[in-house]
């Protein structure tokens, strides 16, 4: 089973801020969160990831509670071609883990 | 850099027929993981590979097997196929010691 708990759907307007919350609950202390998007059946996509310090790129901001039981993903302007399905994953960092995937959340930014 | 590169990209076999998918790593990574993503839900790990041995495997019966070369490709292969077995096929890659995985575009495989 997933280790994550995401809302199924959410909308956000062209050009403001989208804000996709995450709740990881069991997260173990050595367990990173990661976000990927998928564009209609195309390959996830890397957005970013972080252990418990909030990390930003190019692409996102990533905030992660202090008790990391938490997180969620800031696309800082939102344009149409952010509608995707994001995905959270709870997971450990070196090779010897395997992402699980639940069923994400459907954003679809609006003109 | 190619990132991950997976062929073909669509194909259709017919139900007991056997097929082989193949993937090319991204450009510094020398593991290999594949997924199942049926229509509509979250992608289902099946198996990992590094140093050419499976070193994981999900919950998918011993019709799905894999193989990883010494460059790091791999190939999935799907024996008697099934009609549930049409799905898109992702293979991810990533470096053993610590990193994030990066995703093909996938094979969309249909079964009829």
């Known amino acids: 089973d997933a280790k994550t708990t995401q809302p199924p759907s959410m909308d956000c307007a062209e050009g403001r801020a989208a804000n996709l919350p995450c709740n990881h609950s069991?997260?173990?202390?050595?367990?990173?969160v990661y976000w990927y998007r998928q564009i209609h059946s195309q390959g996830p996509q890397y957005i970013i990831h972080g252990l418990k310090n909030n990390e930003t790129n190019e692409m996102a901001s990533l905030i992660i509670t202090e008790d990391r039981k938490s997180s969620t993903l800031i696309l800082p302007h939102a344009t149409l071609r952010d509608t995707a399905v994001y995905y959270c994953i709870v997971s450990g960092h070196s090779g010897t883990y395997k992402y699980i995937f639940g069923t994400g959340t459907r954003l679809k930014v609006l003109a | 850099d190619a990132g991950v590169t997976q062929s073909p990209t669509h194909l259709i076999k017919t139900r007991g027929q056997q097929v082989t998918l193949r993937c090319s790593p991204k450009s510094g990574h020398d593991t290999v993981s594949w997924y199942q993503q049926a229509l509509g839900q979250g992608p289902q790990f099946i198996f990992q590979?590094?140093?050419?041995?499976?070193?994981q495997r999900g919950n998918f019966p011993d019709r799905f097997s894999g193989h990883q070369f010494p460059n790091y490709s791999s190939e999935l292969n799907v024996n008697a196929l099934l009609l549930g077995d049409s799905a898109l096929y992702l293979c991810?890659?990533?470096?053993?010691?610590?990193?994030?995985?990066?995703f093909g575009q996938g094979t969309r495989l249909t079964v009829v």
């Open positions: 590979y590094y140093e050419e041995e499976e070193r």
């Open positions: 069991t997260i173990s202390g050595n367990e990173y």
């Open positions: 991810a890659s990533s470096s053993w010691t610590g990193s994030e995985a990066f």
